[in-house]
């Protein structure tokens, strides 16, 4: 199989939106008037921002999912919508992609750390109930 055969079956959507947000950092940089090196070294930035962000709440989603999860499930949706406000408010404060892109993160890895201990003890107390009322009949 020729070389570039093999690199176009590699690539996937997931790279395709990559290189977009490459190309839009870059090309928006590049128009506020920053030399070529900068405004791609500020791209790289933004795709960095945008993977450890997007990237890590689609992972989150992937799995949610493969374990028996609907993406419609209010333990799914929570997070998600935490990180929505937190995102769109402190945008609305700083007028900063970055920051806001961040904080979106952060609330979005705390909120869903913190669905996780309590759907965790929910259904554990549910699961000791129906364990215990076995035991006794």
């Known amino acids: 199989m020729a070389l570039h055969h093999r690199v176009a079956a590699q ?3 997931w790279h395709a939106l ?3 947000v490459f190309l ?3 090309a928006l940089q590049l128009t506020r008037g920053l030399d070529p090196l900068s405004a791609a070294l500020s791209g790289l930035f933004g795709l960095v921002i945008f ?3 997007v990237g ?3 992972a ?3 799995e949610y999912r493969n374990a028996g999860g609907r993406w419609r499930d209010l333990p799914f949706l929570v997070p998600i919508g935490l990180a929505a406000f ?4 402190l945008y609305a404060v700083s007028e900063n992609v970055a920051v806001a892109a961040s904080a979106a993160f952060w609330v979005f890895v705390g909120a869903t750390a913190v669905t996780a201990v309590v759907v965790n003890l929910v259904v554990g107390y549910h699961q000791g109930d129906s364990d215990a009322s ?3 009949e």
């Not at 937190?86 to 408010?89: D, E, F």
């Open 51 to 53: 993977q450890f962000t």
């Open 11 to 13: 690539l996937r959507p």
């Open 134 to 136: 076995q035991r006794v």
């Open 24 to 26: 839009a950092g870059t």
């Open 60 to 62: 989150a989603a992937v």
């Open 86 to 89: 937190a995102a769109t408010t």
């Open 18 to 20: 990559m290189l977009a």
């Open 56 to 58: 890590n709440v689609w």
